[in-house]
């Protein structure tokens, strides 16, 4: 049974033009090549491995290709991974990164916006900056902070190894309410100094 047509995802970032430029082909035309060599009852690293192997394609986007094709084909949800479900929450917030990042590091500011990181172990990343992350009770978080400009940054959770589709939904839920809690805080007028 052929792979439907790719389906619009507010997930999905790359234009299929950009696929196309840096794979060769179309999703279409890798989905239809993936089908007819059996990818159907393939894992995601048996798919990613042909793609790199048969076809050449770098691991990156061997990966994409690979991940975009089990969605379209029905064998994965929506934010699922290999290791479980991920999901992902980004804020623009009006203060400096350097700011943002203090909300994020010092203990005491941080548990003003997210006192469920009280439980959680926090792990600084070697060589990244502004950047940590927690093992949390559910699964794994990576917090981050990017600069967007002098006066703004945005701010960022990506929540990974979700058990299942339910905890991915009540995951993006509860992050979106502790960002929210957080530029409330930073630009509000009980910023936190």
């Given at each position: 049974?052929?792979?439907?047509?790719?389906?619009?995802?507010?997930?999905?970032?790359?234009?299929?033009?950009?696929?196309?430029?840096?794979?060769?082909?179309?999703?279409?035309?890798?989905?239809?090549?993936?089908?007819?060599?059996?990818?159907?009852?393939?894992?995601?690293?048996?798919?990613?491995?042909?793609?790199?192997?048969?076809?050449?394609?770098?691991?990156w986007w061997a990966q994409t290709v690979a991940v975009d094709y089990?969605?379209?084909?029905?064998?994965?949800?929506?934010?699922?991974?290999?290791?479980?479900?991920?999901?992902?929450?980004?804020?623009?917030?009006?203060?400096?990164?350097?700011?943002?990042?203090?909300?994020w590091d010092d203990e005491a500011e941080r548990l003003r916006w997210?006192?469920?990181?009280?439980?959680?172990?926090?792990?600084?990343?070697?060589?990244?900056?502004?950047?940590?992350?927690?093992?949390?009770?559910?699964?794994?978080?990576?917090?981050?902070?990017?600069?967007?400009?002098?006066?703004?940054?945005?701010?960022?959770?990506?929540?990974?190894?979700?058990?299942?589709?339910?905890?991915?939904?009540?995951?993006?839920?509860?992050?979106?309410?502790?960002?929210?809690?957080?530029?409330?805080?930073?630009?509000?007028?009980?910023?936190?100094?």
């Amino acid at each position: 049974m052929p792979s439907p047509p790719p389906k619009p995802s507010a997930e999905r970032a790359i234009r299929d033009e950009v696929v196309v430029a840096k794979t060769g082909k179309s999703r279409r035309a890798w989905f239809e090549q993936l089908d007819k060599a059996g990818a159907r009852g393939w894992d995601h690293k048996a798919i990613a491995r042909s793609l790199r192997q048969d076809y050449g394609l770098t691991p990156w986007w061997a990966q994409t290709v690979a991940v975009d094709y089990e969605r379209a084909a029905g064998l994965r949800d929506q934010h699922e991974q290999p290791d479980g479900y991920q999901i992902q929450r980004e804020r623009t917030v009006h203060v400096s990164a350097e700011r943002a990042w203090r909300a994020w590091d010092d203990e005491a500011e941080r548990l003003r916006w997210l006192p469920e990181a009280a439980q959680a172990k926090i792990r600084r990343l070697a060589g990244a900056r502004r950047r940590v992350r927690l093992d949390w009770p559910n699964g794994r978080v990576l917090l981050g902070v990017q600069p967007r400009g002098d006066d703004k940054c945005s701010v960022g959770v990506m929540h990974s190894r979700l058990a299942g589709r339910d905890d991915a939904e009540a995951a993006k839920r509860f992050w979106s309410a502790r960002l929210d809690a957080l530029v409330a805080l930073l630009e509000g007028p009980d910023e936190i100094r």
